[in-house]
């Protein structure tokens, strides 16, 4: 199989023929790239982005020009039948798989109608059944897994988190057909700039998204397969795009329909609440995190809990047990949505998982990858504060909110230390904790839970105190 392309080198392609509305030229693209690129690799990646259909290809040899396909100015590109079919070759099928494909091909109109079949939820007993094989999980563990000492929850995830919520957050809501690329997204989530021409519901999913993922990562310790963690993660994903807000978070009453599927989702409210529990509860019972996480990508979707937001919401909280459990997060890097879309379709219409399996397997494999890069660049983190991560942030945040100076600041840390740190590591806890009172600005002092106000107060204090 072809080595992949960096999505970031196809979006930073995309962003200079979206400034050209006119077209714009191989040539041209090329002198404005920012670091150099053999002429062929890009017309190798022009092709793939024109495969695609995220950009369209006018003229011939020299004078062929690039430019965005007339809907992706603005709306949700679609794929071409033939780019659709392109995108089946990026992800190893198994037999199974290809036979799901061959019955989803059919016009849905004549495909059997389905409705939601309880059993399918029954039958499943935690540990006992499983979608994922012995072999399947020992790989996804072998590839997922840091090679690090043991943390508490959600360290793993902290570490990357500004990379995650930008791959996650872009990659999810491409997957629900949204059409910022991943440099819009970068720009939106770090500087809040919403991309010209776009829909504004696009970027609040995207900010959503982030919104999301921050709960589940600052919350790692208290989450779960709960109505707490899933209604509130709904909540976050679901806000301000909901026709009734006070939908987001609650659980559906309404008859809902799939599009281009012959699934008819379950319509009496009891049942629904009923089958969400028995989801949780199941969830929550399994042991292996992988199981767990694919086991909820499954049966959340089937059920339509909610009035809409479903799928975003599976995908997002498969990342919970990986997160709690300081393995790689899942963030469907390179999925194609048409692949994704159909292994959907076949557990809706069929009750199958071979197809959402190899889509699921794929795409942790990639995301690993992508992270053990990621972490290898960011280097090993400090360990003594990773031991003491609360008492610092606590004491750190106990002085600002109290808006102590310099030299109660640092009697208020002598007196922390000799309260509750043990000997042999206070006086390195009073130099770290010391160190990041002097690096707090207005850019990084959330992390302390500190407020706005409070910050302000201190640092007219600190500043205008002398040592």
């Given at each position: 199989?072809?080595?992949?392309?960096?999505?970031e080198?196809l979006?930073?392609?995309?962003?200079?023929?979206r400034?050209?509305?006119?077209?714009v030229?191989?040539?041209?693209?090329?002198e404005?790239?920012?670091?150099g690129l053999?002429?062929?690799?890009?017309?190798?990646?022009?092709?793939?982005?024109?495969e695609?259909?995220?950009?369209a290809?006018e003229?011939q040899?020299?004078?062929?020009?690039?430019r965005?396909?007339?809907k992706?100015?603005g709306?949700?590109?679609?794929?071409?039948?033939?780019?659709?079919e392109?995108?089946w070759?990026?992800?190893p099928?198994?037999e199974?798989?290809?036979?799901?494909?061959?019955y989803?091909?059919?016009?849905?109109?004549?495909?059997?109608?389905?409705?939601?079949?309880?059993?399918?939820?029954?039958s499943?007993?935690?540990?006992?059944?499983?979608?994922?094989t012995?072999?399947?999980?020992?790989?996804?563990a072998k590839?997922?897994?840091?090679?690090?000492?043991?943390?508490?929850?959600?360290?793993?995830?902290?570490?990357?988190?500004?990379r995650l919520?930008?791959?996650?957050s872009?990659?999810s809501?491409?997957?629900?057909?949204?059409?910022?690329s991943?440099?819009?997204?970068r720009?939106?989530?770090?500087f809040g700039?919403?991309?010209?021409?776009r829909?504004r519901?696009?970027?609040?999913m995207?900010?959503?998204?982030?919104?999301?993922?921050?709960?589940l990562?600052?919350?790692?310790?208290?989450i779960g397969?709960?109505?707490?963690?899933i209604?509130?993660?709904?909540?976050?994903?679901?806000?301000?795009?909901?026709?009734d807000e006070t939908a987001?978070?609650?659980l559906?009453?309404?008859?809902?329909?799939i599009?281009?599927?012959?699934f008819?989702?379950l319509?009496?409210?009891?049942?629904i609440e009923?089958?969400?529990d028995?989801?949780l509860?199941?969830t929550?019972?399994?042991?292996?995190?992988f199981?767990?996480?694919?086991?909820?990508?499954?049966?959340?979707?089937?059920l339509?809990?909610?009035?809409?937001?479903?799928?975003?919401?599976?995908?997002?909280?498969?990342?919970?047990?990986?997160?709690?459990?300081?393995?790689?997060?899942?963030s469907?890097?390179?999925v194609p949505?048409?692949?994704y879309?159909?292994a959907?379709l076949?557990?809706?219409?069929?009750?199958?998982?071979?197809?959402l399996?190899d889509v699921?397997?794929w795409?942790y494999?990639?995301?690993?990858?992508?992270?053990?890069a990621?972490?290898?660049?960011?280097?090993?983190?400090?360990p003594f504060?990773?031991?003491?991560?609360q008492?610092?942030?606590?004491?750190?945040?106990e002085?600002?909110?109290?808006?102590?100076?310099?030299?109660?600041s640092?009697?208020?840390?002598?007196n922390?230390?000799?309260e509750?740190?043990?000997?042999?590591?206070?006086?390195?806890?009073?130099?770290?904790a010391?160190?990041?009172?002097?690096?707090?600005h207005?850019?990084?002092?959330?992390?302390y839970?500190i407020r706005?106000?409070?910050?302000e107060?201190?640092?007219?204090?600190w500043?205008?105190?002398?040592?």
């Amino acid at each position: 199989m072809a080595k992949p392309i960096p999505e970031e080198d196809l979006a930073a392609i995309e962003e200079i023929v979206r400034s050209h509305p006119d077209g714009v030229t191989a040539q041209e693209i090329a002198e404005v790239l920012p670091t150099g690129l053999p002429r062929r690799t890009l017309q190798y990646r022009l092709q793939r982005l024109v495969e695609e259909g995220r950009l369209a290809k006018e003229g011939q040899r020299r004078w062929t020009k690039y430019r965005l396909p007339a809907k992706g100015r603005g709306e949700g590109v679609a794929a071409t039948p033939e780019t659709a079919e392109e995108e089946w070759d990026i992800v190893p099928l198994s037999e199974n798989s290809a036979a799901i494909r061959g019955y989803l091909s059919q016009p849905f109109e004549t495909r059997k109608p389905a409705g939601y079949n309880r059993n399918f939820l029954d039958s499943y007993r935690p540990n006992v059944s499983a979608y994922l094989t012995d072999k399947e999980r020992a790989h996804l563990a072998k590839v997922g897994k840091p090679q690090i000492a043991e943390q508490p929850a959600g360290t793993y995830a902290k570490q990357i988190l500004n990379r995650l919520l930008i791959d996650l957050s872009w990659n999810s809501s491409r997957l629900e057909g949204n059409t910022y690329s991943l440099l819009d997204t970068r720009r939106l989530i770090e500087f809040g700039e919403e991309a010209e021409g776009r829909d504004r519901l696009e970027a609040q999913m995207i900010l959503n998204h982030k919104d999301a993922i921050e709960f589940l990562v600052s919350e790692a310790d208290g989450i779960g397969f709960n109505r707490y963690t899933i209604l509130n993660l709904h909540a976050m994903l679901a806000n301000n795009l909901l026709p009734d807000e006070t939908a987001a978070g609650r659980l559906r009453h309404i008859a809902v329909g799939i599009e281009k599927s012959a699934f008819h989702p379950l319509e009496v409210p009891q049942l629904i609440e009923e089958c969400f529990d028995q989801i949780l509860a199941t969830t929550g019972a399994i042991e292996d995190p992988f199981e767990q996480a694919f086991f909820f990508m499954v049966q959340l979707p089937y059920l339509q809990p909610f009035d809409d937001v479903n799928k975003r919401v599976s995908r997002i909280a498969a990342n919970i047990p990986l997160i709690k459990s300081n393995l790689a997060p899942l963030s469907f890097t390179d999925v194609p949505r048409s692949i994704y879309t159909e292994a959907i379709l076949g557990v809706y219409e069929l009750n199958r998982i071979e197809l959402l399996k190899d889509v699921f397997i794929w795409a942790y494999e990639r995301s690993a990858a992508r992270y053990a890069a990621v972490r290898q660049s960011l280097g090993e983190p400090d360990p003594f504060r990773l031991q003491h991560r609360q008492a610092i942030r606590a004491v750190v945040g106990e002085i600002v909110r109290r808006g102590l100076g310099r030299k109660e600041s640092a009697a208020y840390i002598t007196n922390f230390a000799k309260e509750n740190i043990r000997d042999a590591d206070r006086e390195r806890f009073r130099e770290v904790a010391e160190n990041e009172l002097l690096a707090l600005h207005e850019g990084n002092y959330a992390r302390y839970q500190i407020r706005p106000a409070e910050f302000e107060a201190w640092r007219q204090v600190w500043t205008g105190a002398t040592v």
